[in-house]
């Protein structure tokens, strides 16, 4: 059980290339985000999705897409990289279900994080 | 905007202390979670405490909830080196969204 992966760890790019970040999880959860931090900001939420086929925006949106590609695997596309998007991107993934909150599905796991610097 | 607000933002105690921190949070919420994240590493699940109750532990960890003041805080009795790390809350809010605070640096001093 690998839990939530990323790849890649670590990342540079140049103003205006593209990427696409990968996030997989092998818990049949329902719902996986995208978070990014940066230093004294905490997690803002980027996007969402409650379940397969379907994704929201979160609080910092602007820049990117997402693909829910199956039930597994939920990437994070920048299309035209800029320099305040250099950041620590986080993936995580929890069963709750859209809508609905039960004891011990909204509970998140995240994968180990990709770095990202954009120059 | 931030649903939830951790206080203090540094906190830094002798091994062996207890150390608390606190979360105000701005709307309703079903349940609130704290999660610890050692440096360069992803967040780890520490305690969720649902909206109907006010108390909860596990091992050294304490959380009380307080929907009335909307605010939780968060109790580790004797510190350890081990627990250096930053802590954050998290909430639910509408849409099936998590919401995490900007979270508290605890330094625990040898």
């Known amino acids: 059980n690998a839990g939530v992966t990323q790849t890649p760890k670590f990342q540079v790019l140049k103003t205006g290339q593209s990427m696409t970040l990968q996030c997989a999880q092998d818990?049949?959860?329902?719902?996986m985000y995208w978070y990014r931090q940066d230093p004294g900001m905490g997690l803002r939420l980027i996007y969402y999705?409650?379940?397969?086929?379907?994704?929201d925006k979160g609080e910092v949106p602007n820049g990117y897409n997402v693909s829910r590609l199956n039930k597994r695997e939920f990437s994070l596309r920048l299309e035209s990289a800029a320099p305040s998007q250099t950041s620590v991107y986080f993936c995580?993934?929890?069963?709750?279900?859209?809508?609905?909150?039960?004891?011990?599905?909204?509970?998140?796991?995240f994968g180990p994080g990709t770095r990202l610097t954009v120059l | 905007s931030q649903q939830g607000e951790e206080d203090p933002q540094a906190l830094s105690i002798q091994e062996g202390e207890n150390a608390t921190m606190n979360c105000s949070y701005k709307t309703s919420i079903n349940n609130l979670q704290w999660y610890r994240q050692n440096s360069g590493r992803g967040l780890v699940h520490l305690i969720l405490?649902?909206?109907?109750?006010r108390e909860k532990h596990s091992g050294r960890l304490r959380v009380t909830l307080d929907t009335s003041k909307k605010s939780s805080s968060l109790l580790i009795t004797a510190s350890r080196a081990a627990d250096t790390a930053s802590y954050f809350c998290?909430?639910?809010?509408?849409?099936?969204?998590?919401?995490f605070g900007k979270g508290t640096r605890l330094h625990i001093l040898p």
């Open positions: 998290a909430t639910d809010a509408a849409d099936d969204k998590i919401i």
């Open positions: 999705s409650a379940s397969e086929g379907t994704t």
């Open positions: 995580a993934s929890s069963a709750r279900s859209s809508g609905r909150s039960f004891v011990g599905t909204d509970t998140q796991y």
């Open positions: 818990m049949n959860h329902n719902s």
């Open positions: 405490i649902r909206s109907n109750e």
